[in-house]
């Protein structure tokens, strides 16, 4: 789905995960990977105004919601707000990204020992890396 370039679908998409994570984000269970890949999907052709709402979902998601989420989005959640890190459409959005990152630079530090806990009672949260 987030892979349909017009960009007045890419909003009206944007406002319906807007419409979920207000809804109903505290039941949502396995829906997480969908919703930031969503959120994450971003092309150099999008407008700001689409690139602003994409941004918007996903500070709600990591600001509001991280808690929430299972411990095998991280990566996930880590890959989507980098995404925005490095988008030049919005010098604002991207030095927010950042910020982000260090949010959840902390908030790995706050739960390393509940997240130790997953990786070993689930080794494939962590990405296979090369080497």
Not at 48 to 62: I, K, N, S, W
Not at 68 to 94: E, R
Not at 99 to 113: A, R, T, V
Request: aromatic letters at 6%; one cysteine or more.
């Amino acid at each position: 789905l987030s892979a349909i370039p017009h960009p007045d679908i890419r909003a009206r998409q944007l406002d319906c995960v807007m419409q979920v994570l207000h809804s109903s984000a505290e039941v949502l269970t396995q829906g997480w990977p969908l919703l930031i890949t969503v959120i994450g999907s971003l092309r150099p052709q999008h407008s700001e105004g689409v690139v602003r709402t994409a941004f918007q979902a996903l500070q709600l998601v990591l600001t509001d919601f991280l808690p929430l989420t299972p411990h095998n989005c991280l990566p996930l959640a880590v890959h989507t707000a980098a995404k925005f890190g490095s988008q030049t459409q919005d010098l604002n959005i991207s030095l927010t990204a950042v910020g982000l990152l260090w949010n959840l630079s902390d908030y790995f530090y706050q739960n390393q020992d509940s997240l130790k806990d997953s990786i070993i009672a689930e080794p494939k949260i962590l990405p296979d890396l090369p080497g």
